[in-house]
């Protein structure tokens, strides 16, 4: 007979209470308890209606029926035990409710099931975890969404020691879980008990992609907050040795720097890319070749051929002016939205019962959705840092042009051709 282990979180320090629960086929189901794990629904009805279990006592351990049900996702059992007596406000030895055991493997036909008969959903246990919080301990982003969307719950919600779900996404390096926080307006400069943000907590643990959501979503400010330590989580990082993140971090921060030394930062206008230095550099040797050369009167006489050549070579360069700036200027398929969460005028949340859309834009990856742009990105469109805009088909920024390179340049146009076949990076 095999067996899994089913933890539930009991406090701040990740210590948990583990439960050994059999599976596999046939199962020796004795009570209701085994029959509500494993989805038993003939032997709970004899339990219950011939033998006279009851439904609203926990086991041994402190466990309820229901919660072992709302664990498993059967919600037809779920239902049977709250008609039956089950109490959806029943809780374990540490207050967690059965919201609080669906939110673990995030199983919300069942949390649907407790939420309608009346179950809390910002019921809270000794340390202060909510259903949403359990929900970000455990990455599912899923049930998260649906219990915020539907069921209205409070995800900047603060636990015991401060700490809101998306400190507990960074923590344990849940990257779609962040951006789904993120994308509904989460606060990324909260502080808790110790000082720390999110940040802090994602280079804690070392958590690469956590991190790089958090930044490229974030401020400048939130690079330079300090903890109870007096560590930035540049600080941090140095400090535990993440220097992949140090460095990332460090880049970071030297990026959103806002000074200019001239007309030029660091070899590059401030976020413009070498377009108009390029740009002023062709003018210039244009102005100064024909200056020169052709119109230069102390000259010995220009043959037909050299001037021919001449005005070619004038007349090239001024039409490279002319598709740079083109490529500088173009729209490179930025794209669009009309204000409200996610790019909705309407309010309606984009989010909502997003698990049921079948819309040719969403796949079901939470990569999808931008934090910074509160929308719903389509296949292969990506936000661009320095254009702090979402561009479809993006490929990447290129300093050359001051510019993305993207779906609205085409398959046709010329930069994007020499680009394919390797001319230009």
Avoid at 89 to 102: E, G, P, S, Y
Avoid at 146 to 154: E, G, L, N, S, V
Avoid at 272 to 293: D, E
Wanted: hydrophobic content about 40%; proline content about 4%.
């Amino acid at each position: 007979m095999a067996s899994s282990e089913i933890e539930i979180v009991s406090d701040s320090n990740e210590q948990k209470t583990s439960v050994q629960v059999p599976f596999g086929v046939p199962v020796d189901v004795t009570d209701v308890f085994g029959a509500s794990a494993y989805g038993d629904f003939e032997k709970l009805r004899k339990f219950v209606e011939e033998d006279g279990a009851s439904l609203s006592q926990p086991d041994g351990n402190g466990y309820h029926a229901l919660q072992w049900a709302s664990l498993n996702n059967f919600a037809a059992i779920v239902q049977y035990i709250i008609e039956h007596g089950g109490d959806v406000h029943a809780t374990d030895n540490v207050k967690q409710t059965a919201l609080h055991w669906a939110a673990v493997r995030g199983s919300i036909a069942a949390a649907d099931v407790l939420l309608q008969s009346g179950a809390r959903v910002e019921a809270a246990d000794v340390n202060g975890y909510r259903a949403v919080h359990v929900a970000a301990q455990y990455g599912q982003t899923a049930f998260l969404n649906h219990i915020i969307a539907k069921h209205c719950a409070d995800f900047n919600a603060p636990d015991n020691d401060g700490r809101s779900p998306i400190h507990w996404a960074a923590y344990k390096g849940f990257a779609d879980t962040i951006r789904l926080l993120l994308f509904r307006d989460a606060s990324q400069d909260r502080q808790d008990k110790e000082g720390c943000t999110p940040l802090h907590w994602a280079v804690l643990r070392g958590n690469v992609e956590a991190c790089t959501v958090l930044v490229h979503a974030g401020t400048k400010q939130e690079l330079m907050v300090k903890d109870n330590a007096g560590f930035t989580p540049l600080q941090l990082a140095y400090d535990k040795g993440h220097r992949h993140i140090a460095l990332f971090l460090s880049s970071a921060q030297r990026t959103r720097m806002k000074r200019w030394e001239g007309i030029v930062c660091i070899g590059r206008l401030e976020d413009g890319g070498y377009a108009p230095i390029l740009f002023c550099i062709v003018t210039i040797n244009i102005i100064l070749f024909i200056n020169s050369v052709i119109w230069a009167p102390d000259l010995p006489k220009v043959t037909a051929i050299v001037g021919l050549w001449g005005w070619t070579a004038v007349s090239l360069a001024v039409a490279a002016l002319m598709m740079l700036y083109q490529c500088s200027s173009k729209d490179p398929g930025y794209l669009k939205t009309s204000g409200g969460l996610g790019g909705h005028s309407d309010g309606q949340d984009p989010l909502l019962n997003i698990d049921l859309n079948n819309s040719s834009i969403w796949t079901g990856n939470w990569s999808q959705l931008c934090p910074t742009c509160k929308i719903i990105r389509p296949v292969r469109s990506k936000h661009c840092p320095v254009c702090k805009r979402c561009v479809e088909q993006f490929d990447h920024h290129c300093p050359w042009i001051s510019n993305c390179v993207g779906k609205g340049f085409g398959q046709q146009n010329w930069w994007f051709q020499l680009q394919n076949h390797g001319f230009i990076t």
